[in-house]
């Protein structure tokens, strides 16, 4: 075990320490509000800095877009946020809280797992930027990178058959 290993190791237990304590309705919540944000407000600001922002301010029409979109962005985030918070006391009351915590933590790992399917792609990408053929030895000799690359290279290619 080297010190990748090591920091893998503790990301990994901050991660299903976050995930059980916030449990496993935040967690997607959280992760809904990213994604439904980023589509709302790069679909819907021009939408209000026109019909809306523009009303009220004399900006720039750039100003005005960039607004408009850290608006959308963060009601919206804020909208899903609440509604995760109000799930999880409505599951607190029907004492379903363990259940909603260990999952969350379940969840968390999940997460950690796609951020080192990730981490694969960076490094693969990078050794062939730079035309490298060896790994560094911290990577060489670390457990989880060796697992995680296994992994990666066996799951890859029925991702990119799914998305051709």
Avoid at 59 to 79: G, T, Y
Avoid at 101 to 118: I, S, T, W
């Amino acid at each position: 075990m080297n010190i990748f290993d090591i920091i893998i190791a503790l990301l990994a237990l901050f991660v299903v320490y976050k995930g059980f304590k916030r449990g496993l309705v935040l967690e997607l919540t959280g992760l809904l509000a990213l994604f439904l944000a980023l589509f709302l407000a790069y679909n819907f600001y021009d939408l209000v800095s026109d019909d809306y922002l523009s009303t009220y301010v004399d900006w720039s029409s750039e100003l005005l877009d960039l607004s408009s979109f850290i608006l959308v962005f963060v009601v919206v985030a804020i909208i899903i946020n609440l509604i995760g918070r109000l799930v999880t006391k409505l599951l607190d009351i029907a004492a379903l809280s363990l259940f909603n915590r260990l999952l969350g933590g379940l969840f968390g790992l999940l997460k950690l797992g796609l951020f080192l399917l990730f981490l694969n792609v960076v490094i693969d990408y990078g050794m062939r930027l730079l035309d490298r053929k060896d790994l560094p030895e911290f990577l060489e000799t670390s457990i989880v990178y060796l697992v995680s690359r296994d992994i990666y290279k066996s799951i890859m290619p029925q991702i990119f058959q799914l998305l051709a």
